[in-house]
């Protein structure tokens, strides 16, 4: 049978035969060994004041160093110190942790008078200003949904910004960035202070929130901040790249909560308003321009309003290193080289990884000859978007998918043309997919 030994203790009692009793009764009986902390090669005591910390540091750790090297055929360091000393130590590092990890603050340039607004974000805008006029009373939650760089983000931080003019504790929080801190709080045991932390605010923003999918653990944790920050009428925002019906692996109980106050949606920006978003942030960003670029800039570009103020910052920075003023001709130039380098960022094996991550399989099983179900829609789909998002011939995409020849290629092609103009969802799908791929090269 095996017995349990306190490796730390039998070495102060081997200590104790080789030195005199009063030095063993007055310092050594006094050390506690701390075993969660120690490791196997560094053993931590606790003492009880400075100076009994101090008397044994200079005159018995070689000894101890010699004894635990006996016992355990390792080289262990020794470190004597006091316990309120150490747990400061750590919660220092927690605070500085923690400190580091939370909220992003809010940009102050998202503003509600910053917005656009048009058609296409009209329902979002007018929804989030008026909870913005009255926290926690009309819709609760507010859930923003749409695609990437619609304005989800500035809308949000919008109401986060009125809402901290008036001196409420707001905290706005990337949902990676919840996770992060509910993972630290796990690892440090500080589930208490996590807590706290979240139900001690006025607003809760949550940014980015379908990355909730398929997370048990955080969606428990995520549940419970929410039922407990709305059960006393705080106000929560929430953003997410699509409806919460369609985010994949949400809890039932989520998903009905986040219907619960109020979804809008943001689509694509119509050309009016992203002429009025190119001149808003041209004014903004001190750049100017004449009504004719603007219009072009905003017929070029897709949907995605990130886009415009990098285009906008190049223009600027273009134009100050050449000395020339910013000219349709100009503009068309920097235009045509920004999107080439879009373009040239998006590869056959770029696109794959997107489609197999955000329909949970294996890129490996696209380029497979695999005819289960899920298998062919995934193939289909990543065949679609390479032939619209790259320049690859129907044989070189014929040739990466394994298939026979083009005429497969153009099958597809087909089929998929036909789906898209029948299914909604689908279409929806596409558009998703797209700007994923897009908005990550
Ligand atoms: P999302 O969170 O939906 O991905 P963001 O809120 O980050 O998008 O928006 C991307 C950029 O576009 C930001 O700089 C934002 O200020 C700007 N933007 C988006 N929509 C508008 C709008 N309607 N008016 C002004 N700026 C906008
Ligand atoms: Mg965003």
Redesign the pocket.
Known sequence: MEFYVNIGQEVLKLLKEEITEVEYNRYIKQLKYDENSSTSDMAIYYAPNALVSNWIKSKFTKKLEHLFEIKTGNKVSIVITLKEQAIQNVNKKIAVEEKKAIHSLLNP??TFD?????GS?QFAYAATKSVSEKAGELYNPLFIY??????????MQAAGNVFQNQGKVVIYITLEQFLNDFSRALRNKTMERFREKYRKCDVLLV??IQFLSSKELLQEEFFHTFEALRGVGKQIII?ADKHPKKIAGLEERLQSRFEWGLVAD?QP?ELE?KI??IE??SKINKVKLTKEIINYIATVIDSN??E??GILSKLHAYSQLMHVDIDLAFTKNVLRDQMQENRENITLEGITQVVAKDLNIKPSDIRSKGRSKNIVYARRICIYLCRELTQNTMPTLAQYFGMKDHTAISHTLKKINSLMQNDEDFKVKIEELTNKITSAS
């Open positions: 340039s998202h910053n917005f656009m607004v048009g974000n749409g695609g990437v760089g619609l304005g989800k983000t500035h809308l940014d980015d953003t943001i920006p308003t009025a978003i808003s942030k309003v990130r415009i103020e």
